[in-house]
């Protein structure tokens, strides 16, 4: 669905995004992550031509991102937390609006979602919330049924109930849609992506299925006999390492039932316990992200 | 099409309110063009023609902020417009709301004015295309590249203020009165301003290259200053004669020295330079003009030589509140004088020695043909070759004087002349349409009127004396007198090289009176 190759966009000296390569599967929910200014919003326009890249490409539904035609665009639906609506419309004229620009329009969804947000039709869009109005950007997106759904940072200042609401909407619709959301809450990313990336400083730095991602990775607390110096061979896929006195904590990022145990036996003499936790996605990011910026 | 249509339904539901404010300023232009009897519109007219394009302006930019074209926010990048379909809409609409109107108004004034709308569609379709690449197609290109309506209003206040001070540099006036290149010295920058509006508008709508279409604007805003202000007279002369279709290769007249026993009382009246100038004034001969034929010259270049090599060049090029060095006059068919503004060290230069005046001349000939004749005060009437004529009696400023407009849906001919003759006297007093010119403290160009107006005025007094009397009538000659239009067109133009030899400039020193 989106494919990106080395994709680069400098905004003079500043590197926003750099050497971006990245696949999103068709059929999943994809979720971009990273910190305020990793790249995330500069990735998504980028892709969909809005910037134009340095170098590199992205291609969106087969075709060279800077070659989207109003063909493609038809079949994506795009939601930003900093969009610029025609504010002056009002929400059913708006809705009407965008009506005739997609042939496969359906009515009846939009009835659905306008009931289910409960959008007031004749209010203005300047007079909306924050939350009104991005559910209106969300209604006039979804009503066409797109192949592709790409949010940017849809939640972000929302309430709690609107936020259900949208991420309910937006599921309803990921059986016959890619979705593709870019967002710095993993917590409630973690309750609906399938996949994804993390983003930080412009560069990707891991890109995979959620279940895959949340099985290799472990916190590991390692108990021993006595203090002792931490071992000159340390493996690189144990992040983040912190000792106090007999304990030693580490996340293992290559997790594997045998061998760590294995290899922490090997290098740790004098082990009393080991304790190797699951990790909520939250840790699993905060931990990657604290040992690259460590690195 | 049905997007396009779509869109500019949208537009039009949008901008109801300012497409209404610019219909009815231009209804009210409209009305009081044609009810005008003057070539000077009254205060209210001559500010709504600054005030329509201003709310054009307004409305045009915000039709172009709909979809805004700078920036990565706007909701409708990412939406399946056809960039044709909205190109399309948008030029629906300035054709809707703006070209069609002032069409239509266009067509009411010259029929008003007893023109055939009919035969004048030409030159009313050619003031729509004028509005395109005065208004409609740069206040396009800004909008293209300005992200918001506050930017594009910084832009503009701040591009008319580089405008004025390119044009304060410029002499308030048409550089040449008669000998035009005026034109081509103001076409050629808006040639380059319009190709660069449509580049703009082309490479924005296609692919939104902000940067490129940036520097675009840039490069041509400085092209079209530099060819304004730097374009040599000789050139743009070359270039009006050759799209008049006119131009002559060799030499239908010469220039002679002339021998002139009034010399130095006329040009006691026509010539007021600085306190440190000393005025020279050179007669001069057109040779070898055909009888039925007049001409007009304007000075390209002058050079004055003295025997020992030493030179000096005068300065040609038109300033603020300052005449140019030398400039030349006709004072009837065949003489005139050439005018010397020169510094007393320039003149002391040359004291003691005789000189050489040389250079070239832009000449223009051509030939008249009456075509009106009527009592002195007379309503319009067609004026075969200028238009429609007509003279009223007002008094302005203290001052009694009949006045002669001339107006046409076309250019009017620029030699047109005007004279009063009085049969019982045998006197006539002779002038040319807009060869007057009286200042006020208000918008007097009247550039969107379908119309183009010119009049002269003949000063109406008991007793003519004083300095400037030769064109003062006298009052009760009113009643017996006539005014003659005589319509003129260009047969001729061509760049002309003179000299004058063997010269005392001392000789033609002459003392202007000084105001």
Redesign the interface.
């Known amino acids: 669905m989106i494919r990106t190759d080395n994709l680069t966009k400098r905004f003079g000296s500043v590197t926003a995004v750099d050497g971006l390569t990245l696949d999103v599967p068709e059929g999943s929910v994809f979720a971009l992550v990273g910190p305020n200014g990793a790249g995330k919003t500069t990735a998504i326009k980028t892709v969909l031509n809005v910037l134009r890249p340095t170098s590199g490409r992205a291609e969106v539904l087969g075709t060279d991102s800077r070659r989207l035609s109003p063909k493609e665009l038809a079949c994506i639906g795009y939601v930003s937390e900093n969009q610029m609506l025609p504010d002056w419309m009002p929400v059913g004229y708006f809705l009407s609006y965008c009506k005739k620009f997609y042939p496969t329009w359906d009515d009846s969804l939009l009835a659905a979602l306008v009931h289910l947000y409960d959008l007031p039709l004749d209010r203005k869009l300047r007079s909306l919330s924050r939350g009104m109005r991005m559910k209106a950007a969300l209604a006039s997106s979804l009503a066409y049924r797109p192949r592709l759904i790409v949010l940017d940072e849809p939640f972000s200042g929302l309430d709690p109930l609107v936020r259900d609401e949208l991420i309910e909407s937006i599921l309803e619709r990921a059986a016959e849609a890619t979705v593709f959301i870019s967002s710095h809450d993993l917590t409630e990313i973690e309750t609906f992506a399938s996949h994804i990336g993390y983003l930080d400083r412009g560069r990707l730095q891991f890109s995979e299925e959620i279940g895959a991602l949340l099985d290799r990775f472990r916190e590991v607390e390692v108990t021993l006999d006595r203090p002792a110096e931490m071992p000159r061979e340390w493996p690189s896929r144990w992040l983040n390492p912190e000792q106090s006195s007999v304990v030693v904590r580490f996340t293992d990022s290559g997790f594997s039932p045998d061998s760590t145990e294995e290899e922490v036996r090997r290098l740790f003499p004098g082990v009393r316990e080991i304790t190797m936790r699951n990790m909520p996605l939250r840790s699993v990011v905060v931990a990657l992200s604290k040992s690259a910026r460590e690195n | 099409m ?2 396009a249509l ?1 869109i500019f339904k ?1 537009d039009g539901r ?1 901008l109801w309110r300012e497409i209404a404010v610019t219909l009815v300023l231009l209804g009210a232009v409209t009305r009081l063009d044609r009810q005008r009897a003057d070539a000077v519109p009254g205060l209210v007219e001559g500010w709504l023609n600054l005030l329509l394009p201003v709310a054009w302006a307004y409305l045009l930019a915000m039709l172009i902020h ?1 979809e ?1 074209l700078v ?5 409708w ?6 960039r044709p379909a909205l190109v399309a809409a948008k030029a629906l609409f300035a054709l809707v709301y703006i070209h069609l109107p002032s069409l239509v108004a266009d067509g009411a004034i010259v029929a008003a004015r007893g023109f055939s709308p009919w035969h004048s569609a030409g030159a009313v379709m050619w003031k729509q295309v004028l509005l395109v690449a005065a208004v409609t197609l740069p206040v396009a290109a800004l909008s293209a590249v300005t992200r918001n309506l506050a930017q594009f209003a910084i832009v503009t206040v701040a591009s008319a203020g580089v405008g004025l001070l390119v044009l304060s540099g410029v002499h308030p006036f048409p550089r040449s009165w008669m000998v035009r290149t005026d034109q081509v010295e103001t076409g050629i920058p808006w040639l380059v301003m319009t190709l660069a509006g449509i580049t703009i508008v082309w490479v924005q709508y296609a692919s939104r ?1 902000t940067a490129a279409s940036r520097i675009v604007a840039v490069v041509a805003v400085a092209l079209a200053a530099a060819v304004f202000l730097y374009l040599p007279p000789d050139v743009a002369f070359q270039i009006q004669c050759q799209l008049s279709g006119t131009r002559r290769e060799g030499q239908a007249v010469s220039i002679a020295l002339g021998k002139d026993a009034g010399l130095r009382e006329q040009g006691r009246q026509i010539y007021f330079p600085g306190r440190d100038k000393q005025v020279v004034a050179i007669p001069f001969q057109v040779v070898a003009l055909k009888p039925e034929a007049g001409v007009q010259l304007r000075l390209l270049g002058l050079e004055i030589i003295g025997r020992n090599g030493e030179r000096w060049r005068a300065d040609l090029r038109p300033k603020k509140r300052t005449l140019p060095q030398a400039s030349v006059r006709m004072v009837d068919r065949e003489s005139g004088w050439v005018h010397l503004s020169l510094d007393r060290s320039v003149l002391e230069r040359f004291k003691d020695t005789k000189v050489e005046v040389t250079g070239n001349l832009a000449v223009i000939v051509y030939r008249e043909r009456e075509s009106l004749r009527a009592p002195a005060l007379f309503p319009a009437r067609a004026a075969p070759g200028v238009g429609r004529c007509f003279s009223t009696m007002s008094e302005e400023f203290g001052r009694e004087m009949l006045k002669v407009t001339c107006e046409s849906a076309s250019d009017l001919p620029l030699f047109t002349r005007v004279s009063m003759v009085h049969p019982p006297s045998a006197r006539e007093w002779r002038h040319r349409l807009a060869d007057s010119t009286t200042f006020y403290d208000r918008p007097v160009v009247t550039w969107l009127s379908p119309l183009h107006r010119a009049q002269t005025v003949f000063h109406a007094v008991e007793k003519p004396e004083g300095p400037g009397s030769q064109w003062q009538v006298p009052r009760d000659a009113l009643t017996q007198a006539e005014i003659a239009v005589v319509a003129a067109w260009q047969t001729e133009c061509m760049n002309l090289r003179y000299e004058l030899r063997d010269l005392r400039l001392q000789e033609f020193v002459v003392e202007p009176i000084r105001p």
């Open positions: 049905r997007l779509h949208k949008r709909q805004p920036g990565d926010r706007q909701f990048i990412t939406r399946p417009y056809p290259r």
